[in-house]
């Protein structure tokens, strides 16, 4: 019998783990009609949780119970007037669960009484589900009062249910609660079930009565939606497509980097845009294309025209397009080979959309970029709005004016974490933070407005996101300011949901995969529509749903843009004001250093590629500095539509407050900050306002350059000369004190010096953790363990001042390797190409030599078993040694795994006693010197490095180059550049110029 009860168990929640999206389904027919997770108005009813109809959908906390096997005390803690009805687990496991393991499990129920009840009290817990032969014995505990267990009822018969969608069968179970066990304020119910084995739960209440409450007929959201919010709605507009088959939410448009005949979605499958008939439950098409692609439809005001983008058959890229809502009238809008997705109307007439027209890359992937872009109604007057060098998106616009859209930056930071809710006005000024930024985790994508309420409502798609935008579906308050968790409210407790709307605070749709479901503001769900079997069976998803309204344009704002001006103006009102400055003395900080965050115009992997390892993924320019003034505030003027962001340095040099974000300003643009990182949720203080006036009424700083400084560094080209010279008699291939080699030699992707300094974490910077909000003097070249040896003259070296400011600079400008993008995909022995590594010497029969040497002389010692394996080819990883640094194509002979083995007799280090080479005639080490000399001469003769001249690029960002008209469109890719000048016309080809001098 034991054996069935854990049987019983795997077959209802198939796994738990793996089957808990499909049990958060609910049935079709029945949902609540009100929330019931709070405490009622009359003292009759303490709390009631669920509704009593015998089904378990409106529960969505699905406890994953083997994890909590050795779990002491409550596994789940439920907090009645706070914690929403979906928060309460379905199923509750008990002794004879778990493969019999005899684990007793404990959730818990927090909740206030008015006063102390001194009657009795009755606790009911209504099963829709029990097992059939082991009901469990159900233990309550109330504060610190045991209550006499009872025993649940038997359920029926029978092995199988589907306990997302069946209705349940049983009697409830009424508990006594004696006189006084109940206390005024906050009272704490436990429930643990022994003895037994699982039931799921229909509802539970607590009360002065053990009547049990009647059955309740189910309710029907799309009737009480159609009765509300949805009276108005005659139609349902939606996509129908294949979803993506990249991973990635942004990767949905475009071409991969390597092969421009390559794309991150499924090209031709063919796209239709459908208007569902609530009244009839038809369907009708208004436009399709059986071999293009459809996306991002929105409704126009009159609720008559539809803007969306379209890929027709044949083309590559989307551009946006309108047509009339009866399927007549279809116009191109916008135009050319650049990819112009999720549009949305403006008060304005205008159309705000995100558009690859940016020119740039991903910079931990291999997918273009999209950012925010404006035209007018039709397709003219293109405008960038945002220059972020990452991703924008979905932006739509706020009831006060703002367009609200998601914001995907690591400046200096993780690259998986911060993709959160910002604003900016129609006209690109006044960009800030909604909500995020701060705390990491989360993509915030897909928001709209509540209607009425202030609040929005987006999808939060887990971690760095799920593809087609899938998440729950969340409400947040933006009142309390961008930081705080409690905004936040999930509506959903699974990812399975996308493209959010709502009709009001309590009535939401979204599309799930082959359905549109409606939501009310418990979390219940119900099936509105789903596609046709031939459709779904055939990989098709619904898409962006939206309703056919009418509605009033948003608030009107006014352009505060100049056009013909190429800068904008930043006021910073007190410095000492913001997060953890409460310790920088007034006075300390003498001036903010500038820094450019630079686009990237490819990119081939999800790491750093060339510009670092483990660091920053971006090159960052040093714009100047401008002065902060004794009383902390600052006035600049930048140029318009580039990313900046700050570090606050004081009169010694050192950095004490570093920026993770970038801020911009558009042309002819005022701006102003209150502090550094200061809480956005503060208002100015009147001594603040009075010195913004007064900032304001002086000139504003130009950045000044640093003297003597490079504005984008190299590390062969500025670093390595200073470690040559000081560091070189103590750390080489011969003599690694410490074991550190500061050489500057080629290894397979890297110099054997940067991977050294990299490695030992020397540099202070950020190494693409989750975090932001550091302390004064925590973080760059304040905190650079380098920086600490050089101040203290390590070793005997003394750096002139020069040398050390350039340390300095370097540092806090991102401790970059290549100042080029260019360097990434050239000269390299195993690169990373979609995170997989590319195996330059795969065919190689130098290296198949090499191999077998090393198999026949080392493999005694270095062996997987013992942990100290060696690197048998130069792109051969997870190694005791790694190929980083045993291999030298700069100087082959200097390679270490050639001199570790070799005698000190033969000029070598000696380290092996057993199978070493005697000299190096031996023919073992012959063919392990032949085959790095082989790589050296495919870095010299056939892939060249950036710091070599002539320089190759790889044909990939010869043709990105040439599509950005950068270089000529009969441009040779075999031609040599320069790489550091190419990467400047480039950068400076997207600077803003004005449309007429």
């Not at 009860?5 to 796994?15: A, I, T």
């Not at 549009?343 to 910079?363: E, H, L, M």
């Not at 953890?580 to 081939?604: C, D």
């Not at 974000?661 to 042309?667: G, I, K, L, Q």
Request: glycine share 8%; proline share 8%.
């Amino acid at each position: 019998m034991k054996s069935l009860s854990c049987f019983l168990v795997l077959v209802f929640l198939g796994g738990m783990a793996d089957y808990r999206p499909a049990l958060a389904r609910e049935h079709s027919t029945s949902a609540p009609s009100t929330p019931t997770a709070q405490a009622a108005p009359s003292g009759t009813t303490l709390f009631q949780i669920g509704r009593p109809d015998g089904y378990v959908s409106e529960f969505k906390k699905w406890i994953d119970w083997e994890k909590h096997r050795e779990t002491r005390g409550p596994v789940h803690r439920f907090v009645v007037g706070k914690s929403r009805t979906a928060e309460w687990t379905p199923s509750h496991w008990s002794t004879r669960d778990l493969k019999n393991a005899g684990i007793a499990f404990t959730v818990e129920i927090e909740f206030s009484a008015s006063k102390t009840h001194d009657v009795p009290l009755y606790f009911i817990i209504g099963a829709a589900f029990a097992h059939p032969t082991e009901p469990s014995l159900i233990c309550v505990r109330v504060n610190e009062t045991d209550i006499e267990p009872k025993r649940q009822p038997n359920g029926p018969g029978g092995v199988t249910f589907d306990a997302a969608r069946q209705k349940g069968y049983f009697e409830p179970t009424v508990i006594a609660i004696p006189p006084g066990t109940v206390r005024q304020g906050t009272n704490v119910l436990s429930i643990t079930l022994r003895d037994g084995s699982w039931i799921f739960y229909d509802y539970l209440r607590l009360s002065d009565s053990p009547a049990i409450p009647e059955c309740l007929p189910p309710v029907d959201l799309v009737g009480a939606f159609r009765a509300d919010s949805m009276k108005n709605v005659r139609e349902i507009v939606f996509v129908v497509r294949k979803p993506g088959t990249d991973p990635h939410w942004y990767a949905n448009f475009g071409y991969y980097a390597a092969d421009a005949d390559t794309f991150p979605f499924p090209l031709g499958t063919g796209g239709r845009l459908e208007a569902l008939d609530l009244d009839t439950g038809k369907v009708r098409t208004i436009f399709k294309d059986d071999a293009g692609s459809i996306r991002d439809p929105q409704l126009h005001y009159d609720g008559n025209r539809i803007v969306f983008s379209y890929l027709p058959a044949g083309k590559r890229h989307f551009n946006l397009y309108e047509i009339n809502l009866d399927g007549s009238g279809l116009r191109r809008i916008t135009s050319g080979d650049w990819d112009d997705i999720e549009p949305s109307y403006t008060a304005d007439g205008d159309i705000v959309f995100c558009s690859s027209r940016s020119k740039r890359w991903v910079q931990c992937w291999l997918t273009p970029v999209a950012t925010v872009h404006r035209c007018g109604p039709n397709g003219e007057n293109i405008r960038e709005l945002s220059c972020n060098i990452e991703h924008d998106n979905t932006p739509w616009p706020l009831p006060d004016g703002r367009i609200l859209y998601t914001r995907w930056e690591y400046v200096d930071r993780s690259q998986v974490h911060y993709h959160h809710l910002w604003t900016m006005n129609p006209d690109g000024t006044r960009q800030s933070v909604f909500y995020g930024n701060l705390r990491p985790g989360i993509v915030m994508i897909d928001a709209k407005p509540i209607p009425g309420s202030g609040k929005i409502v987006a999808s939060f798609s887990p971690g760095h996101g799920i593809r087609e935008h899938y998440g729950r579906v969340t409400v947040v308050d933006p009142r309390f300011g961008p930081d705080n968790p409690d905004n936040a409210v999930s509506l959903t407790t699974h990812y399975e949901h996308a493209d959010p709307w709502a009709f009001s605070e309590k009535h939401f749709m979204a599309a799930r995969h082959g359905r549109l479901e409606l939501i009310d503001a418990d979390g219940y769900e119900q099936t509105l529509y789903a596609l046709p079997e031939e459709l779904k069976n055939a990989g098709y998803w619904i898409h962006e749903p939206r309703p056919v309204l009418r509605r009033e344009p948003e608030h009107r704002l006014a352009d505060q843009t100049d056009p013909s001006e190429t800068s904008g103006r930043l006021a910073l009102v007190d410095i000492y004001t913001g997060r953890k400055m409460e310790g920088v003395a007034p006075g300390s900080i003498k001036e903010l250093l500038v820094l450019e965050t630079l686009p990237e115009p490819i990119h081939y992997s999800g790491g750093m590629d060339q510009i670092s390892i483990g660091g920053t993924f971006t090159l960052e320019r040093i714009i100047g500095t401008v002065p902060v003034e004794p009383d902390g505030s600052a006035f600049m003027e930048l140029p318009a539509l580039r990313s900046f962001f700050f570090v606050a340095m004081d009169h010694g040099g050192n950095p004490v407050k570093r920026m993770h974000s970038f801020t911009s300003v558009m042309p002819g643009e005022t701006t102003s900050c209150i502090g550094c990182h200061e809480e956005r949720s503060a208002t100015p203080a009147p001594r603040q306002t009075a010195r913004l006036m007064r900032i304001l009424a002086r000139t504003p700083h130009k950045p000044a350059p640093v003297e003597g400084i490079p504005d984008v560094f190299d590390f062969p080209r500025d670093i390595q000369p200073i470690l040559d010279r000081h560091c070189l008699s103590c750390h080489n291939d011969n003599q690694r004190d410490g074991g550190v080699t500061l050489v500057g030699d080629w290894g397979p992707l890297y110099t054997h010096s940067y991977v050294a300094l990299s490695w030992r974490n020397m540099f202070g910077d950020n190494r693409n953790r989750a975090r932001s909000n550091f302390g004064p003097y925590e973080i760059g070249s304040c905190a650079s363990k380098l920086v600490k040896l050089i101040d203290e003259e390590h070793g005997g070296a003394k750096l002139s001042d020069h040398e050390k400011k350039t340390i300095r600079f370097w540092i806090d400008a991102g401790a970059n390797y290549a100042g080029t993008y260019a360097a990434n995909g050239t000269g390299l022995i195993g690169w990373p190409y979609r995170d997989n590594l590319v195996r330059t010497d795969a065919d190689w029969e130098e290296v198949r030599e090499m191999d077998a040497a090393l198999h026949r002389r080392c493999a005694g010692c270095h062996s997987d078993e013992k942990k100290t394996r060696l690197p048998h080819a130069f792109t051969h990883e997870g190694t005791r040694y790694s190929r980083h640094l045993v291999f030298n194509f700069t100087h082959p002979e200097r390679s270490r795994i050639l001199l570790g083995p070799l005698k000190t007799e033969a000029g070598g280090l000696g380290c092996c006693r057993d199978f070493a080479f005697e000299n190096t005639d031996d023919q073992d080490y012959k063919a392990i010197l032949a085959a790095i000399e082989r790589g050296r001469r495919y870095i010299t003769r056939e892939s060249n490095r950036f710091t070599m001249s002539p320089f190759v690029a790889d044909k990939t960002y010869i043709r990105e180059m040439i599509r950005y008209g950068v270089l000529p469109a009969d441009y040779d890719p075999r031609t040599p550049i320069d790489p550091y000048a190419t990467d400047r016309r480039y950068w400076e080809s997207l600077w803003y110029r004005p449309a007429f001098p």
